[in-house]
C-alpha cells in the first residue's frame, strides 16, 4: 500500500476531507452492516475522516484503524495502528467488517490482501469499499477539469478484479453521491497535485490547465459539487 510522507499528509486533509455531511450518503449506505455491537476495520484510514465519521454516525459500533503511512498516523491525530492489507495487527477472526476507502488501487497483491481478510473476518464478515474503478469513473466531476487524468485509471483495477483478486463474491455495487464542496469556488483552492492519485498522474503544464479550467468554471457556475464513487460490498455467497 502507498505511504504518504508529512507533506503529503498535510495536504491530503485539505485537498482530500470532506464535511460529514456531504458524506452523509454513505452513512444510509453502509449502516445495513454498522450494526450496534459489531467491529470495524478502517484499514488505509488516512487522516482519520471515516474514523471520525463513524464515531459519530455509529456511537455503538467499535472501530480499529490500521494505516501503513506514520505521518498520516501523525496527522490523524487518533490512535491507529501500523499495519496494510497484507499485514494486519489484528487476531483471526477479531471483525466483523473490513472498511476500505479509496484504498484498493494502493494494494499490489489483492491474492495476499484477500487472505489476510479473510483470516481478521469473522464468519459471515463482509468487506465494503469505497472507491474508483477503472471502468466506472463517469460519476467524478474533476475530469472535467483534468481530462487527462483519465490516464491514471490504467493502474486502477475493476471490479471484477477486486473480487476475483481477492476471493470474495460481489454482493453489492452502486454509486454513491457526496457533496465534495459547497462549490466549485469553494473546491478549487483544495485541490493539490500531490493529494490525489489521478492528478499525481498530469504533468505540471496539465496540471496548471485543468486548474485554470476549473478556476475560470468556480467563476461563472454556482450550486454544490456532487461527485460520485462505488460503493462495492465483498463477501462469501449468502450475503452479511
Known sequence: MTRYDA????????????????LSSW????APYFVPGRTVLD????????????AEWFPDVEVVAVEPSPDMRSASGL???????????????????????TVVH??????AAGAELRRVLRPGGVVVLRSLFRERHGGVGLFRFFPAAVRALDGFPTVAEVADGMGFAVQRLEPVPQVTAESLADKAPTVRWEADTVLRSLTAEEFEQGRARLLAAAAV????????????????????
Open 43 to 54: 484499514l488505509g484510514a488516512g487522516t482519520g475522516l471515516f474514523v471520525r465519521a463513524f
Open 221 to 240: 457556475e454556482s450550486g454544490p459539487v456532487v461527485d460520485h464513487l462505488d460503493l462495492l460490498v465483498l463477501g462469501s455467497a449468502g450475503g452479511v
Open 106 to 111: 494502493h494494494v499490489g497483491d489483492l491474492a
Open 79 to 101: 490512535p491507529m495502528l501500523a499495519g496494510d492489507a497484507a499485514s494486519i495487527p489484528l487476531p483471526d477472526g477479531s471483525v466483523d467488517v473490513v472498511w476500505m476507502s
Open 7 to 22: 507533506v503529503e499528509a498535510a495536504s491530503y486533509r485539505v485537498a482530500r476531507e470532506i464535511s460529514l455531511v456531504g
Open 27 to 30: 452513512r444510509e449506505a453502509v
